[in-house]
T-cell receptor, first 113, second 114 residues
Framework: QQQVKQSPQSLIVQKGGISIINCAYE??????FPWYQQFPGKGPALLIA???DVSEKKEGRFTISFNKSAKQFSLHIMDSQPGDSATYFC????????????WGAGTKLIIKP | NAGVTQTPKFQVLKTGQSMTLQCAQD?????MSWYRQDPGMGLRLIHY???????DQGEVPNGYNVSRSTTEDFPLRLLSAAPSQTSVYFC?????????????FGNGTRLTVT
């Protein structure tokens, strides 16, 4: 019940295309859903986060879509660029508790020029 | 802006050796944590601390010790290294849990145990 299942494990998208990464959870008490972006040789960094009182949040080319009834949330990267090539992690927690974050397994995204 | 600093960047140990991974942050964050990252397994929490003198176990604490004597430093000790501890280790810190207080990660220590 505490798991966050992330898919796909890896993804290759052409430059200019839309990259979509999906996450599913079971615990309905989760109320904070961040996405972290990690470049090779670096630590993860917060990209964007959403709370379940909204169905969508957009920051530039990055959008989180949230489906509370399906217990799913997804990251969409519009007009994907080679500089977006990274590993992306979804996570979930209750009351934004950082030491109770449950992490997805990660998606390695490659944007082909 | 140093943020979270981890040393060393790379380390090779023989089975049974001990070592300490160092982590320091200059953001006056109360919360600090250690994660290990293995392919296909995401980030797994080893130990965390919510303030100086307070530590607690995460998901995979066995084989690791921590202490928090100051707000700035949170070292991770491997007492007797095993090949299963070959991994990339990340230290992270944050302010009090809130929707506007993300984790700040260091750049990791890549550890190989032979």
């Amino acid at each position: 019940q505490q798991q966050v299942k992330q898919s796909p494990q890896s993804l290759i998208v052409q430059k200019g295309g839309i990259s979509i990464i999906n996450c599913a959870y079971e615990n309905t008490a989760f109320d904070y859903f961040p996405w972290y972006q990690q470049f090779p040789g670096k630590g993860p960094a917060l990209l964007i986060a959403i709370r379940p009182d909204v169905s969508e949040k957009k920051e530039g080319r990055f959008t989180i879509s949230f489906n509370k009834s399906a217990k799913q949330f997804s990251l969409h990267i519009m007009d994907s660029q080679p500089g977006d090539s990274a590993t992306y992690f979804c996570a979930a927690s209750i009351e934004a508790s950082n030491y109770q974050l449950i992490w997805g397994a990660g998606t390695k995204l490659i944007i082909k020029p | 802006n140093a943020g979270v600093t981890q040393t060393p960047k790379f380390q090779v140990l023989k089975t049974g050796q001990s070592m300490t991974l160092q982590c320091a942050q200059d953001m006056n964050h109360e919360y600090m944590s250690w994660y290990r990252q293995d392919p296909g397994m995401g980030l797994r929490l080893i130990h965390y601390s919510v303030g100086a003198g307070i530590t607690d176990q995460g998901e995979v604490p066995n084989g690791y010790n921590v202490s928090r004597s100051t707000t700035e430093d949170f070292p991770l000790r491997l007492l007797s290294a095993a090949p299963s501890q070959t991994s990339v280790y990340f230290c992270a810190s944050s302010g009090p849990s809130s929707y506007n207080s993300p984790l700040h990660f260091g750049n990791g220590t890549r550890l190989t145990v032979t």
